[in-house]
């Protein structure tokens, strides 16, 4: 699974609290993509990172942030979260020389 | 920006029997398509991919076709199983930081 972790897998939280997911790669790869899954919408962009502090937003990145100080950890926080953000997150990595993107396991979010 | 669309939503195969499923894509500068399947609280995990310069894919049961001119690509599942009963999603890649867009994906059933 191309050494790919997420962090808390299920989260429940309350409108207007501040949410942070984590992203964990062990493989080095230069990429990172956050994505939200829900149903009818497939799985949208919310945030991409190129390298250690290089990121760009995606088609829905309004109400999120991301940062990348280190190579393995792409953290991508909800600075006040709504119940339009519930859903799950799924954080993907693709290396220099490839093009796939490998996704982690995914976090489930509820905000209520 | 690039917009997949795949079709139909929904499909329903009995064993045994083939299934076609049909993505479209607007970016004629799209030059790579993977495809994924994703079971049921599962991630989504790459089956195939094809890359703008090859028409047709195959791996045992599974194959991709590409037709540039008509901007879509289509999955083939030969010899259906239960097992392939999952959502698929076609993507396709574009740009320098090889963002991926996504159909809204397609549940396939598989009846015994």
């Known amino acids: 699974d191309a050494g790919i972790t997420q962090s808390p897998r299920h989260k429940v939280t309350e409108t207007g609290t501040p949410v942070t997911l984590r992203c964990h790669q062990t493989?080095?790869?230069?990429?990172m993509y956050w994505y939200r899954q829900d149903p009818g919408h497939g799985l949208r962009l919310i945030h991409y990172?190129?390298?250690?502090?290089?990121?760009d937003k995606g088609e829905v990145s309004d109400g999120y942030s991301v940062s990348r100080s280190k190579t393995e950890d792409f953290l991508l926080t909800l600075e006040s979260a709504t119940s339009s953000q519930t859903s799950v997150y799924f954080c993907?990595?693709?290396?220099?020389?490839?093009?796939?993107?490998?996704f982690g396991p995914g976090t489930r979010l509820l905000v209520l | 920006g690039e917009n997949v669309e795949q079709h139909p939503s929904t499909l329903s195969v009995q064993e045994g029997d083939s299934a076609v499923i049909k993505c479209t894509y607007s970016?004629?500068?799209?030059?790579?398509f993977p495809w994924y399947k994703q079971e049921l609280g599962k991630r989504p995990q790459l089956i195939i991919d094809?890359?703008?310069?090859?028409g047709e894919k195959k791996d045992q049961r599974i194959a991709v076709t590409l037709n540039k001119t008509a901007k879509h690509f289509s999955l083939h599942i030969t010899e259906t199983q239960p097992e392939d009963s999952a959502v698929y999603f076609c993507?396709?890649?574009?740009?320098?930081?090889?963002?991926?867009?996504f159909g809204k994906g397609i549940t396939l059933s598989v009846r015994p």
């Open positions: 094809i890359r703008s310069n090859v």
């Open positions: 970016d004629s500068a799209s030059n790579y």
């Open positions: 493989e080095n790869h230069r990429y």
């Open positions: 990172s190129y390298g250690v502090k290089d990121t």
């Open positions: 993507a396709a890649l574009t740009g320098a930081n090889s963002k991926l867009t």
């Open positions: 993907a990595i693709r290396s220099l020389a490839g093009e796939t993107q490998y």
